[in-house]
């Protein structure tokens, strides 16, 4: 499956952003989906998942402010970031995953990824 990550961005602290990644060669029905992010000199993190029947898991720093949904029928799935603080600026990856969920936030395990969308956040 081929990865395409899209709607980055610069915003002001307190905006938001809505992240889409969109599916070819396969349907994203088969695989979990997550959403990792990047920042300069730092270790790819995990950023919220969601799984094959529709489950959703946050990273503590997400929570509350992120969603991420799915839409099978457009093969693609999505990143609402509301609230966005200066610390969310990154580059953000979306992943495809037939792993177990109980591996969904193990970058590791995920086989296919999109090429990544810059996130910017000022204060």
């Known amino acids: 499956v081929q990865l395409q990550a899209s709607g980055g961005g610069s915003v002001q602290a307190g905006g938001s952003l809505k992240l889409s990644c969109a599916a070819s060669?396969?349907?994203?029905?088969?695989?979990?989906m997550g959403w990792f992010r990047q920042a300069p000199g730092m270790e790819r993190e995990f950023v919220a998942a969601?799984?094959?029947?529709?489950?959703?898991f946050y990273a503590e720093s997400t929570k509350g402010r992120f969603t991420i949904s799915r839409d099978n029928s457009k093969n693609a799935a999505y990143l609402q970031m509301n609230s966005l603080k200066p610390e969310d600026t990154a580059i953000y990856y979306c992943?495809?995953?037939?792993?177990?969920?109980?591996?969904?936030?193990?970058?590791?395990?995920?086989?296919?990824w999109g090429q990544g969308t810059l996130v910017t956040v000022s204060s």
């Open positions: 992943g495809a995953s037939r792993a177990v969920l109980s591996a969904i936030r193990g970058a590791d395990n995920y086989a296919y």
């Open positions: 060669g396969d349907t994203l029905r088969n695989f979990n």
């Open positions: 969601i799984g094959r029947s529709g489950g959703t």
